[in-house]
């Protein structure tokens, strides 16, 4: 079983940062690719961004690319989400996932993730 805990959400004005925070315990997170996803109210859950297990290959949506990072520190068991010049639309609940399967490339789609954190809020206010 692994766990996954986001942190780093928050309230911000348009135009700053923030850094998203997703820690794992349980199970060998280093051999599982990563993803980040959110959800707005009223809205479909949507990825965000995913790191190869080894962090060689990232994905953007084309929404976010250019403004959002994503990165991760296998030795700390913690995948990072950078955000830069946020924009009202961004404001979500970000849920990071891990992979169903071990050494499998990122994906895009939630389907292919099988363990979720409990999210955290961003607000971005213009």
């Known amino acids: 079983q692994v766990q996954l805990v986001e942190s780093g959400g928050g309230l911000v004005q348009a135009g700053d940062s923030l850094r998203l925070s997703c820690a794992a315990s349980?199970?060998?997170?280093?051999?599982?690719?990563v993803g980040w996803f959110r959800q707005a109210p009223g809205k479909e859950r949507e990825f965000v961004a995913a790191?190869?297990?080894?962090?060689?290959?990232?994905n953007y949506a084309d929404s976010v690319k250019g403004r959002f990072t994503i990165s991760r520190d296998n030795a700390k068991n913690t995948v990072y989400l950078q955000m830069n010049n946020l924009k009202p639309e961004d404001t979500a609940v970000y849920y990071c996932?891990?992979?169903?399967?071990?050494?499998?490339?990122?994906?895009?789609?939630?389907?292919?993730?099988?363990?979720w954190g409990q999210g955290t809020q961003v607000t971005v206010s213009s």
């Open positions: 996932a891990a992979n169903r399967y071990p050494y499998s490339s990122a994906s895009n789609y939630g389907r292919d993730y099988d363990y």
């Open positions: 790191i190869h297990w080894a962090g060689v290959s990232t």
């Open positions: 349980g199970r060998t997170f280093n051999s599982y690719s």
